[in-house]
């Protein structure tokens, strides 16, 4: 699968307003907030099985009710189709969990 092109990136964001770029990285990141541990994993639990079924794995991390998650494509060493699917998926599980931003600015 090839890498986009930056047009395709800043179209891709567009469509992901929650998802932001790593400065440094060719990756995209969002925090969400839920209300509680179980409810934060129950809603990784969901994004590991899409990931699976995708075979696009994120890197990410859970403390208590925040999980943090990062998108990018090792294997191209940028973002692909496979990033940005699974970021739409994961908005979709994070909505139906009551996911909210992990930082309200």
């Given amino acids: ?8 990136i800043v179209a891709a964001l567009a469509e992901l307003p ?6 440094g990285r060719h ?3 969002r925090g969400l907030r839920f209300k509680d541990f179980p409810t934060a994993f129950g809603f990784m639990t969901a994004v590991a099985l899409e990931a699976q079924r995708i075979d696009h794995h ?6 208590w009710s ?13 973002l692909t189709k496979l990033d940005f ?5 994961i908005d979709r599980h994070a909505a139906a969990a009551g996911g909210k931003p992990a930082r309200e600015d």
């Avoid at 699968?1 to 395709?8: C, G, K, L």
């Avoid at 929650?18 to 400065?23: A, F, I, N, T």
């Fill in 58 to 63: 994120p890197d990410w991390s859970n403390s």
């Fill in 27 to 29: 990756a995209i990141h």
């Fill in 66 to 78: 925040t999980v943090e998650i990062t998108l990018t494509d090792h294997t191209t060493g940028g």
């Fill in 18 to 23: 929650e998802w932001s770029r790593l400065d």
């Fill in 1 to 8: 699968m090839d890498a986009y092109t930056e047009d395709q």
């Fill in 85 to 89: 699917q699974l970021a739409a998926a």
